[in-house]
Structures are given as structure tokens and as C-alpha cells.
């Protein structure tokens, strides 16, 4: 589980076994190999008779399985199904999809719809250019709000205090060497896309990289999600990339969100 992660297992409704099994899950997130039982068990917390146990049970229901070349342990097929199940009956990525094909139509370049989970974002549509690596058109792929176009333009939809606790809470660490860390640099970049009404990041999370992020409100005028079309430096300047694509997210974000 992430580190922001909470649970109150003191309530007699929760149920510890559910969550040991999601903790063994969660150990893959930043797996970038098959797991062993002593790996899995060092990065959930827990005893590797527990873990043995609770991998034996999510392997008999497809949730683990052995990796084809028996090096260890990886998630099993079955794990597809309940992200399928999120994305279909998730009303802000139905309303999204039409409107999100539209602006890929439109400006030829990458466009993504990400969700606001805590500190971070959750990319739930991938809508890839040219080019685009395999990794980066995963669905579930993960950002952090502080650095990032959308989380800036989420953040900028906040209240100062909200934006000075994600700032404190999150993990800071540099992704390029340009990527602001500093609490004062990111404050005023939400205070640029507060005035802008989108928010612009330039390789912040990619060396080469620029992105627009526009945030998605819910029916209470609250950030919930985030528009990001990106492209590269070599072929855009950032006045010319805003001045071209920031009118069409906007408009997007808006035929997106609650009204």
C-alpha cells in the first residue's frame, strides 16, 4: 500500500484478511521484476508464512501468478477485471471519452485524462501520439500532483491551505534536472495557472517535454480530475504550445465536467 494510504483497523467491520491480501497486491506497484515470497513479504510488512498463505489463496482465484520463466511471482489476469469494471462505470471518464477522441482529433498530440487520487494522479485514459513509448500509454500509470500540468491546474482550483498540505505531504524528489521542488517555485506556478485558467509544464516529469493541464470540477466546483495534452520542445515553443492547445483543453475540461 502507498505510504499515504489510511485505514481505521481498530473498526469491528474491518476485515484484516482483505486487507493483508491487498497489501500483498499493492507490493507489485513498484515492482519492476517478478517478486519472490521474501520480496513480497518485505514490501507489504508482513511474515512470509502470512504472505506464503495469502499468495496461495490469490493464485487458486487467478489474482497471482507464477512468472512464465518461474523467477517469482506477478499479478495475475484477473486483476484487469476490476479496472475494467472502474473505468466503465466511472460517469467522468463516459462523459470524457467522446470529448477526449474530439481533442486528440484536434490538436495531434498526446491527450490524457487523468484521476485525483490524494498526492497523486492516476492516468484512466491514454490517448498516445507519434511518439509515445509503451509505458507512457499505460492506463493506471501514476503522477504526482505537485509537478505535474494537471496537478498544478488541480491544485490551482484549491484553497492556499489545501495547496500547502499537498505540498508538504509529497515526496519532492526531482524527476529531470528542471522539475520544481522548492514549496515557493510550485506556489507559484499554481499561482500562474490560477491566473491562466491552465497550467504549463515544461519537462517537469520528462526531459523534452511540455504538457498543458487544465482541472475537471464536480458539481461543488471541486477539482476531481485533469485534461493534459503534451508535445516536445523540438517541435513547440510554450507560447506557441498554449496559445494553440490551451483554448482547446479548457473548452474540453469544461464539456467534461459537471455543469
Not at 171 to 184: E, G, I, L, S, W
Amino acid at each position: 500500500m502507498r505510504a499515504n494510504d489510511t485505514a481505521n483497523s481498530s473498526d469491528p467491520l474491518f476485515v484484516q484478511s482483505i486487507e493483508r491480501a491487498i497489501r500483498v497486491l499493492s507490493s507489485f506497484h513498484q515492482a519492476d521484476k517478478p517478486l519472490t515470497l521474501a520480496e513480497i513479504a518485505q514490501a507489504c510488512g508482513l511474515g512470509k508464512s502470512a504472505v506464503q498463505r495469502v499468495v496461495f489463496t490469490l493464485r487458486e482465484l487467478g489474482y497471482i501468478e507464477r512468472d512464465p520463466a518461474d523467477r517469482g511471482y506477478v499479478p495475475g489476469l484477473r486483476v484487469l477485471d476490476h479496472a475494467l469494471d472502474h473505468l466503465r462505470l466511472n460517469p467522468l471518464v463516459e462523459r470524457a471519452s467522446p470529448v477526449l477522441l474530439e481533442l486528440r482529433r484536434n490538436v495531434r498530440e498526446r491527450v490524457d485524462l487523468s484521476l485525483l487520487d490524494d498526492l497523486r494522479l492516476v492516468y484512466a485514459s491514454r490517448l498516445q501520439s507519434k511518439r509515445e513509448t509503451f509505458y507512457a500509454t499505460l492506463v493506471g500509470h501514476s503522477v504526482p500532483v505537485f509537478c505535474t500540468s494537471g496537478g498544478r491546474a488541480i491544485m490551482a482550483a484549491m484553497g492556499d491551505d489545501e495547496v500547502d498540505d499537498i505540498i508538504e505531504r509529497s515526496d519532492r524528489r526531482p524527476y529531470t534536472p528542471k522539475t520544481d521542488v522548492t514549496p515557493q517555485a510550485i506556489r507559484a506556478a499554481v499561482d500562474e495557472a490560477r491566473g491562466n485558467g491552465y497550467a504549463l509544464a515544461i519537462e517537469q516529469i520528462q526531459a523534452g517535454e511540455i504538457a498543458i493541464g487544465v482541472a475537471i470540477l464536480n458539481s461543488d466546483g471541486r477539482p476531481q480530475a485533469a485534461i493534459h495534452v503534451a508535445g516536445s520542445l523540438a517541435e513547440w515553443s510554450p507560447d506557441t504550445f498554449s496559445a494553440r492547445f490551451a483554448p482547446l483543453a479548457m473548452e474540453a475540461a469544461r464539456a467534461i465536467g459537471w455543469r
